[in-house]
């Protein structure tokens, strides 16, 4: 399936060379609009009702901040999308794709099949700021960086109980040092803004961390 690219600005998703990027033509039953500035891009796109399916890349924002909602209907051919990349970490291979209540099934399917086709795994998930991993890991590093502050263990200990406790290759604090508290601070701030849940609020070291990056 022949699909298009449109670049607004730098892409979290895709900042380099990607196979995504390199199998682009210059037009496409699909569009994926790329970049900081893929919703203000998506408003300017004549003749959407002509694809099949029209991706806008997402930062924490819901796909409805761009397309409208209405009566909980909402939904046509255009889809949103974030490649999941913790901090400055390359991004990885997951890609969630954004539906809404009455996305078309074909818009949908013709979005994976770019993807995919691409090498890129895909989850879809629906219209929530955070989408499904921000959700569900933030609170967990938040935890972590205030049981640091409470002394319950050094950091070193705390990384290698979780390591070896759960099996994860890298412990919470190493993790977020390693690839920027000040962006943590970013997308918790945004989704407690968004939730209003008090695990979402930024850790103290978050914030630190993003008053010295001012």
Do not use: W
């Not at 949103?80 to 996305?103: C, N, W, Y």
Request: net charge neutral; hydrophobic share 40%.
């Amino acid at each position: 399936m022949k699909y298009q690219i449109v670049r607004a600005g730098d892409s979290r998703s895709f900042p380099g060379n990607h196979p995504l990027i390199d199998g682009a033509e210059d037009s496409g039953e699909v569009v994926i609009i790329v970049g900081a500035n893929a919703g203000a891009a998506f408003r300017k796109f004549k003749d959407r009702e002509r694809k099949i399916a029209i991706l806008i890349e997402l930062g924490t924002e819901c796909l409805g901040a761009h397309t409208g909602e209405r009566r909980g209907e909402e939904g046509s051919n255009v889809l949103g999308f974030a490649r999941f990349r913790l901090g400055a970490a390359d991004p990885s291979k997951l890609v969630e794709l954004v539906r809404q209540p009455r996305t078309r099934e074909s818009a949908l399917a013709a979005a994976q099949e770019v993807l995919r086709n691409a090498g890129l795994e895909v989850a879809v998930c629906h219209d929530f700021a955070g989408r499904i991993i921000d959700r569900l890991v933030r609170p967990y590093y938040n935890a972590a960086l205030r049981r640091l502050d409470e002394g319950l263990a050094s950091a070193d200990d705390l990384d290698t109980t979780l390591k070896l406790g759960l099996g994860y290759p890298e412990g919470p604090i190493q993790l977020l040092e390693r690839t920027g508290l000040a962006h943590h601070y970013d997308v918790t701030q945004a989704l407690f803004e968004a939730c209003g849940e008090p695990a979402y609020a930024p850790a103290r070291r978050a914030r630190v961390a993003k008053q010295r990056h001012q």
